[in-house]
């Protein structure tokens, strides 16, 4: 194996340099994050191809993408993200991928302080302040309009992601709906209602007509690095850092909104809730009685989302640049998330996504509002 370490120096890897596995921080869908202990004592986090596991839709071309964008940071983002201390990318069935950065073992991913409730609203509040420097000012740097434009990947993924769920025999009935009932509503089935916002064109035009800046891409809690305030003074590294950047799907340039919507599906508990399945879904039996789809608020892993006001602050801040979200927009966006995703889960984690996608695609048409149909807690005050 080969791997090339700081600025571009190549150098052959023998166990010395390879280090030793301490713990693994997660299992990802084609990836694996572990903290590895180098010969010199010091800690690394290895994120790296599971070379055990299929690749995905997208398989290793993410981690490509990672590995690009903190090789090429802005100077104004730099101190945003962790350093980046080795890559590595072989050839083989399938290729080995990864990059290491340091560990900083004083900061806490900003998702487990939110599940846990380890902090006060007071602390939620100066989180948020600093996330939105670091991200509308630092990270959110204007670019060039992407070619092709955004709307074209919007479109490409969402029709792959609808035709490869097709295949799954419960979802071939909503998907080829041209109406369905949803939560007692009349609606489009979800790639009826994606055809006549392609139809349409509106939307689709609004979103490349956004400004355009360099996006995080993959921004929510779990992807955020946060110090408590009485380690401060031991620590010579920024209080937050960025993380895991670029969507799974690839996006780096975009209209801030991308961000935006990322976070605030994580920040109100819904995408939490998406991934341990606290959630109520019906109609995937025969769909006669029509489908419903609910986050159950009361459960035991949304409940410190709802005591606890993890985005308010970051959407003033983001209106005060950017102005209030496009309503159409943001359903847009966060349809496309939902059913990118769903084919990389299965069961009732699946067929929430892609109800969810569903509604968001509706929405997006104007045929309602987005608080109409989903839980009301959950819902951004978004603009029309």
Known sequence: ??????????????????????????????????????ADGSLRVRKSSKGDAPPGPWGVSALRREIA????????ARCSFPPLLAEWDEAGA?????????????????GELARHSRLTQAEVDEFQD???????????????????PLSEHVRDVVEHALSALEADPTLAGLIR?????LNQRQVAGPRAAFAQIVAEGRTLAALDAEPQVRLHGDCFLENILWLRHELLAASGVPRLLLIDPVSVAGVMRGPPLFDFVKYISYATGELPALRSECVDVAGFDDGQDGYSYRVRLEAAQVAPFQTR???TRLRRAFETKYGPAQGGL?????????VAMAVNTSGVQRQARLLKATQDFNAALGHSRCSEQRNVALEPDLGA
């Open 1 to 38: 194996m080969s791997r090339r370490f700081g600025a571009g120096v190549n150098t052959g890897v023998d166990s010395e340099n390879s280090g030793q596995v301490v713990r693994t921080l997660k299992e990802g869908y084609w990836d694996r994050t572990e903290v590895v202990q180098m």
């Open 69 to 76: 964008y903190l090789s090429n940071l802005p100077r104004t």
């Open 94 to 110: 399938p290729p080995s991928v990864g990059y290491e950065v340091p560990f900083y073992a004083d900061h806490v991913d900003a």
């Open 130 to 148: 600093a996330l939105a420097t670091v991200l509308l000012d630092e990270v959110h740097v204007p670019l060039s309009a992407s070619s092709p």
């Open 177 to 181: 709906a041209e109406t369905v009932q």
């Open 309 to 311: 006001d993890w985005h």
């Open 330 to 338: 943001y359903c847009l966006i966060d349809g496309y998330f939902s």
